[in-house]
């Protein structure tokens, strides 16, 4: 099966600075992944996605990298601001499930 | 606005007394998915939906029901809720056409079974 995993639970960053958050997964059959954005007492939100073919995706602020070589994939934020503080989750989709990591909080510091 | 609506957001009931959770998508979505969220234990699929009459098992389906009689409702049903139901729990829907895979998910229900 699957598993998916966040490296840290908590991450501290100063506002202005990048952060950088980070993900495992154990299956080399996913060929989907996906970060997802969880403010408080609210849903998870779309942030970015990548497939398997690709190895860099970016939007607005955010980079995802993915690593298949040691299944690991990392999610960067540029020029971290206080709306970005929230539980930041990777999911990983194989065989028609989505499977997702524990999460990781970050916390902005003014 | 395109969005995945759950109802009620709260809710405290006691053990054995039957309950449903409403989840209506406006997206026209095929796939529709109920999961719950522990501390420590992230986001577990429940049930889920691949179209209508169509519903199947997630990780964790015990103790729980589900109906798909049309495309826009996925209701959750708890029959007889147990405290160990205690949790925070998320509709979620997608296409399964093109190449997008992503959830839109609801805002949440927090049940509390005393």
């Known amino acids: 099966g699957e598993s998916v995993g966040l490296h840290l639970p908590t991450l501290s960053v100063q506002e202005g600075d990048n952060s950088i958050i980070n993900c495992a997964y154990s299956?080399?059959?996913?060929?989907?992944f996906i970060w997802y954005k969880q403010e408080s007492g609210k849903g998870p939100q779309f942030i970015i996605d990548?497939?398997?073919?690709?190895d860099k995706r970016q939007g607005q602020r955010v980079t995802v990298l993915l690593n298949k070589t040691v299944k690991h994939l990392s999610l960067q934020i540029a020029a971290t601001q206080p709306g970005d503080s929230a539980v930041y989750f990777c999911?990983?989709?194989?065989?028609?499930?989505?499977?997702f990591g524990q999460g990781t909080e970050l916390s902005v510091k003014p | 606005e395109a969005q995945v609506t759950q109802n009620p957001r709260y809710l405290i009931t006691v053990t054995g007394k039957k309950l449903t959770v409403t989840c209506s998508q406006n997206?026209?979505?095929?796939?529709m998915s109920w999961y719950r969220q522990d501390p420590g234990l992230g986001l577990r699929q429940i049930y889920y939906?691949?179209?209508?009459?169509?519903?199947d098992k997630g990780d964790v389906p015990e103790g729980y029901k589900v109906s798909r009689k049309e495309k826009r409702n996925f209701p959750l049903i708890l029959e007889s809720p147990s405290p160990n139901q205690t949790s925070l729990y998320f509709c979620?829907?997608?296409?399964?056409?093109?190449?997008?895979?992503?959830?839109?998910f609801g805002s949440g229900t927090r049940l509390t079974v005393v």
């Open positions: 999911a990983a989709h194989q065989g028609g499930k989505l499977i």
């Open positions: 299956n080399s059959a996913s060929d989907y």
């Open positions: 939906s691949m179209n209508v009459e169509v519903t």
């Open positions: 997206m026209n979505h095929e796939y």
């Open positions: 979620a829907s997608s296409t399964r056409q093109g190449a997008n895979y992503g959830y839109t």
């Open positions: 990548i497939r398997s073919n690709m």
